[in-house]
Nanobody, 130 residues
Framework: EVQLQAFGGGWVQPGGSLRLSCAAS????????IGWFRQAPGKEREGVSS????????YYADFVRGRAAISIGDAKDTVYLQLNSLQLEDTAVYYC???????????????????????WGQGTLVTVSS
């Protein structure tokens, strides 16, 4: 069974850092894009970052650019999202998701829209407060 598990969330003070992990089971990220999304209470889900497993092309939303780093482990079964300089408004449940690259497809594949992702993890809560 293809599954994703997101973990690494927790409580952190403003200005702190967390590293979120997204682990795959039943498959590897070969030929996939992996995205991180978040949903704060009362708000819509929004894209945070995504990465292509093929060429490591990356996307960052404006609100995390310069504060986040997405990467894939060598075994291509775990994706990491390093979040630095966390702010109160970063409080949300963070989800990871996988999107298999369609074939044929030309160019980097790292979609930014949630509807393009077919496999989702359960989410991990990040709470930023003093």
């Amino acid at each position: 069974e293809v599954q994703l598990q997101a973990f690494g969330g927790g409580w952190v003070q403003p200005g702190g850092s967390l590293r979120l992990s997204c682990a795959a089971s039943g498959f590897t990220f070969d030929d996939y894009a992996i995205g991180w999304f978040r949903q704060a209470p009362g708000k819509e889900r929004e894209g945070v970052s995504s990465i292509s497993s093929i060429d490591r092309s990356k996307y960052y939303a404006d609100f995390v650019r310069g504060r986040a780093a997405i990467s894939i482990g060598d075994a291509k079964d775990t994706v990491y999202l390093q979040l630095n300089s966390l702010q109160l408004e970063d409080t949300a449940v963070y989800y990871c998701a996988a999107s298999r690259r369609p074939t044929p497809y030309v160019g980097p594949y790292y979609p930014t829209s949630a509807w393009m992702y077919e496999t989702w993890g359960q989410g991990t809560l990040v709470t930023v407060s003093s």
